[in-house]
């Protein structure tokens, strides 16, 4: 397959075959070479096919073979023309990141980091099928699918002021619950304020590096100042609504059409495509609030330990979501349907979309690390508007499957590791510790490097672990 190099971090896949648009992947010459381990490159010009896609069909300097589209997949679809894809938002629905500023500097929580893991782990449900401290019913459960993180403040969860630090202010408007199926629901209604497991995690986190001032002092933060991360999306909830209509769609539209059976997807505009659209936006609610349920657990815990809960949001960001949003395309303003899977929203200074405070600068991202490894905080840019939609990597994208991973490590060997290296880990498991190793990750400096010189997220701080809490 020819691969064309645009300059140091962009690179285009030529148009060729049953393509309706070249492919768009950012990366350096390193991470390019680890994109093309697998089958990244073959699905962006699967995705390149797909019906009414406009522009590019694009990969993250995070991308890695995925279900259907790669994650780290970014692709817009015409209104009238296009499709939209199960397959590309991804089964974690609003899989997404949150960052909690405290008021603490490191010398203050050092010695207490300890009992703070510990109180979390305590008080957080985490791994594979745990339910939630709230015992809520089906009808509370349809409320939280309408409302998201507002139904959470609604009732004592937090504060109004933690809705005007979110994307889409916590709450995204057009879910219908009769779309989701009984399946759905009974896996959902169990798993309110659960952080799930895989590469789902809880950090407390130092800032290490201050890159922009300016950036810093708006988010209100400094050097050394203690940040807390929370890394989960909609649970089970968001995965069987990604389930059911992926059958659906291949049920009604087939597959035999496709470059892969993985794209099943259908007509935005159509009855199937409009019901999905309609029960994603629950679990993308879902999500929104199940952040906030686990954000309310870790002012809990800060007040038992620490003595103070005032700690504030910074940003609340989502990674696998389809939106309905504007942009300019060959000189022209219009609505397309933008699937993120894998990828975060990273719009610049202006954008009615981002809150008012910060406006002016553009919307905060943040694109965690893997266990032990960094975080940053960059911003939004004009140019990622004009080169990938608004969007920017969510992460530092696996590079070795999990299989590979507990060939090549142990779970034991790892904390023993990490605890040298300064960083408490708590898990659930052994094993989905030794799945979740740094080493499986590509390297997340180089990743946030290729979004920063790429123009499509501008570095504001880099951020490293002191306790890590897994599923």
């Known amino acids: 397959m020819e691969i064309k190099k645009l300059n140091d971090y962009m690179w285009e896949l030529p148009k060729q075959g049953s393509m309706n648009v070249p492919g768009l992947v950012f990366a350096s010459e390193r991470l390019m070479s ?78 207490r980091k300890k009992d703070l893991i510990n109180d979390m782990f305590k008080n957080i449900p985490a791994g ?31 504060k109004k002021d933690d809705l005007d630090s979110m994307e889409e202010y916590g ?45 810093a002092k708006t988010f209100g933060i400094k050097k050394d100042q203690i940040v807390v991360m929370v890394h989960c999306g909609s649970r089970g909830f968001g995965h069987q609504i990604a389930s059911d209509y992926i059958k659906l769609m291949e049920q009604k539209f087939g597959h035999e059409h496709l470059p892969d059976r993985e794209l099943s997807c259908a007509p935005i505009q159509s009855e199937e495509g409009q019901r999905y659209f309609k029960a994603m936006h629950c679990a993308i609610n879902f999500a929104f609030a199940n952040r906030q349920m686990i954000t309310h657990q870790v002012r809990e815990s800060f007040k038992r330990v620490m003595g103070e ?14 939106k309905i949003e504007e942009h300019v395309i060959d000189g022209q303003r219009r609505k397309v349907c933008v699937h993120r899977k894998g990828a975060t929203r990273s719009f610049g200074p202006g954008r009615v979309e981002i809150p008012e405070k910060y406006r002016s600068l553009g919307q905060p991202v ?8 960094a975080s940053y905080i960059l911003l939004g840019t004009t140019k990622a508007e004009e080169l990938s939609f608004g969007s920017t990597a969510h992460g530092a994208g696996r590079e070795m499957s999990r299989t590979q991973a507990l060939k ?64």
């Not at 339910?131 to 009732?155: L, P, R, S, Y």
């Not at 700690?311 to 960001?317: E, P």
């Not at 943040?366 to 490894?373: K, L, N, W």
């Open 34 to 111: 680890k994109i093309q381990h697998d089958k990244t490159i073959e699905q962006i010009r699967n995705v390149a096919c797909l019906k009414g896609i406009v522009k590019h069909s694009i990969a993250m300097p995070d991308a890695h073979q995925g279900y259907g589209f790669p994650i780290g997949g970014v692709a817009a679809f015409d209104l009238e023309e296009g499709i939209i894809s199960p397959g590309g938002v991804g089964y974690d629905i609003n899989c997404g990141v949150r960052l909690i500023k405290t008021p603490f500097n490191f010398s203050q929580v050092e010695l």
């Open 128 to 158: 594979v099928g745990r339910a939630g401290k709230e015992k809520i019913n089906k009808d509370v459960f349809a409320e939280i699918t309408e409302k998201g993180a507002q139904w959470a403040v609604e009732n004592g969860f937090g």
């Open 171 to 215: 709450k995204i408007s057009g879910s219908e619950f009769s779309k989701v199926s009984n399946e759905a629901v009974q896996r959902g209604v169990p798993q309110l304020g659960t952080l799930g497991s895989g590469n789902h995690f809880l950090e407390i986190q130092r800032i290490d590096k201050i890159i922009d001032e300016k950036a």
């Open 309 to 322: 809960e005032e700690l504030d949001i910074i940003y609340d960001v989502c990674h696998n979501v389809a």
């Open 366 to 373: 943040i694109i965690p690390g893997s266990m032990g490894t």
């Open 408 to 471: 090549d490590f142990r779970g034991e060997a790892l904390v023993k590791e990490l605890l040298a290296q300064g960083v408490d880990v708590k898990g659930t498991s052994m094993k989905g510790l030794a799945e979740e190793a740094p080493g499986c990750y590509k390297d997340i400096d180089e990743v946030a490097l290729v979004s920063h010189e790429a123009g499509i997220g501008k570095m504001v701080a880099r951020l490293v672990p002191i306790a890590v809490m897994k599923g």
